[in-house]
């Protein structure tokens, strides 16, 4: 159970792992063959199991810039768990969202809602037909907008029959259809705000509707992992992201055919941005990490990003980013061969 001739040294090692610092490293060298890698896996592995172990890590999309993706913290051993508890939720909102929207009580509200609306428009179309008919005039729809044209006899008159006016006859009904025109683009312009005010009215129902379906299930997430304020920030970014893009849930089909030479097709693409990149994931592990990493390359040490050839393109996205050693020791020890890192230029 003891290094045999190798007090001094093994003195060192652990006056080193007890500096609790940054900066601190320890660089052992010796007559090869003498187990210098072994004697040291173990005293700092002995050392690492004293120590409380290390979250894990996740990464997700940054719903603001998704150039920039985000890492968060995950409790010991929950990164998978957590990753499988996010696919199922967004997996029942593909199932629960088109079911709340396609209710009675939802399509009821909705048809209230138009109803209402329609009324006033039909309320400012028969004010502007009274207000025609007093003038004399009709108001007929074009392809390209509204036109007037001048009665007589209740019918339409013809331009022969104007021209036949008197000329105090003819300015007084210029002059009617002008103020005719202001009255119906000024009534036109109403009834944009009416159709705008619609569609914010129907888009706040559907943001209620939706927040209500994804609320149930998002706080029994939220509670889960309530000591976590990474989770739970990251879960408040995918509630906000979904009531945004409801759409996506209910107007999708996301069983459409299969992606076409590699690319995702539009409901996956949707989706996709929800899902959880495990990077570091400590289950079973006890005490700090202790990772010896025996080829240490750029990517075996830093991590690396995967791309996919799509359409002669390679793409990329937060879910193909790996982790490396460094990321994997973090909260630990990094055990490296000096030499194989001096090798490489761009690890040192």
Same mark, same amino acid.
């Given at each position: 159970?003891?290094? =045999?001739?190798?007090?001094?040294?093994? *003195?060192?090692?652990?006056?080193?792992?007890?500096?609790?610092?940054?900066?601190?490293? =320890? %660089?052992?060298?010796?007559?090869?063959?003498?187990?210098?890698?072994?004697? /040291?896996?173990?005293?700092?592995? *002995?050392?690492?199991?004293?120590?409380?172990?290390?979250? #894990?890590?996740?990464m997700v999309n940054n719903f603001i810039d998704e150039f920039c993706p985000k890492t968060i913290s995950v409790p010991t051993g929950q990164a998978l768990k957590f990753k499988k508890q996010m696919g199922k939720f967004i997996e029942d909102l593909q199932n629960e969202l088109p079911k709340a929207f396609s209710s009675e009580s939802y399509q009821k509200k909705q048809s209230a809602l138009k109803e209402s609306y329609a009324d006033k428009q039909r309320t400012l179309f028969k004010k502007l037909d009274q207000s025609a008919?007093?003038?004399?005039?009709?108001?007929?729809?074009?392809? +390209?907008?509204? *036109?007037?044209?001048?009665?007589?006899? #209740?019918?339409?008159?013809?331009?022969?029959?104007?021209?036949?006016?008197?000329?105090?006859?003819?300015?007084? =009904?210029?002059?009617?259809?002008?103020?005719?025109?202001?009255? +119906?683009?000024?009534?036109?312009?109403?009834?944009?705000?009416?159709? *705008?005010?619609?569609? #914010?009215?129907?888009?706040?129902?559907?943001?209620? /509707? +939706?927040?209500?379906?994804?609320?149930?299930?998002?706080?029994?997430?939220?509670?889960?992992?309530?000591?976590?304020?990474?989770?739970?920030?990251?879960?408040?970014?995918?509630?906000?992201?979904?009531?945004?893009?409801?759409?996506?849930?209910?107007?999708?089909?996301?069983?459409?055919?299969?992606?076409?030479?590699?690319?995702?097709?539009?409901?996956?693409?949707? %989706?996709?941005?929800?899902? /959880?990149?495990?990077?570091?994931?400590?289950?079973?592990?006890?005490?700090?990490?202790?990772?010896?990493?025996?080829?240490?390359?750029?990517?075996?040490?830093?991590?690396?990003?995967?791309?996919?050839?799509?359409?002669?393109?390679?793409? +990329?996205?937060?879910?193909?980013?790996?982790?490396?050693?460094?990321?994997?020791?973090?909260?630990?020890?990094?055990?490296?061969?000096?030499?194989?890192?001096?090798?490489?230029?761009?690890?040192?």
């Amino acid at each position: 159970d003891e290094v =045999i001739g190798q007090t001094r040294a093994v *003195q060192a090692i652990e006056f080193g792992l007890n500096m609790d610092s940054p900066g601190y490293n =320890i %660089f052992v060298t010796g007559i090869e063959g003498t187990g210098k890698s072994t004697i /040291v896996q173990d005293i700092v592995g *002995q050392h690492a199991k004293a120590l409380p172990p290390c979250c #894990d890590w996740c990464m997700v999309n940054n719903f603001i810039d998704e150039f920039c993706p985000k890492t968060i913290s995950v409790p010991t051993g929950q990164a998978l768990k957590f990753k499988k508890q996010m696919g199922k939720f967004i997996e029942d909102l593909q199932n629960e969202l088109p079911k709340a929207f396609s209710s009675e009580s939802y399509q009821k509200k909705q048809s209230a809602l138009k109803e209402s609306y329609a009324d006033k428009q039909r309320t400012l179309f028969k004010k502007l037909d009274q207000s025609a008919a007093d003038r004399q005039i009709t108001i007929q729809k074009t392809q +390209t907008g509204y *036109q007037t044209i001048p009665l007589l006899d #209740d019918k339409p008159m013809s331009q022969e029959a104007f021209q036949q006016l008197s000329e105090d006859q003819r300015a007084a =009904i210029e002059e009617n259809i002008r103020a005719l025109q202001a009255e +119906t683009e000024a009534t036109l312009r109403e009834i944009s705000k009416l159709g *705008q005010a619609r569609r #914010d009215q129907i888009e706040k129902l559907m943001a209620e /509707v +939706t927040l209500f379906v994804v609320r149930n299930r998002l706080d029994i997430l939220k509670s889960a992992y309530q000591d976590s304020k990474d989770i739970v920030s990251y879960l408040d970014q995918v509630q906000e992201a979904i009531v945004e893009n409801v759409n996506e849930f209910i107007a999708t089909d996301t069983k459409g055919s299969a992606p076409d030479m590699g690319r995702p097709s539009p409901a996956q693409s949707a %989706f996709h941005r929800y899902q /959880v990149n495990v990077l570091v994931d400590r289950k079973g592990e006890k005490g700090a990490p202790v990772i010896f990493e025996t080829n240490p390359t750029y990517n075996n040490l830093f991590g690396y990003i995967e791309k996919r050839a799509v359409m002669g393109t390679l793409m +990329t996205d937060f879910t193909m980013v790996q982790a490396g050693s460094l990321l994997r020791a973090n909260g630990g020890y990094l055990l490296l061969d000096i030499e194989a890192v001096l090798k490489n230029s761009l690890v040192w």
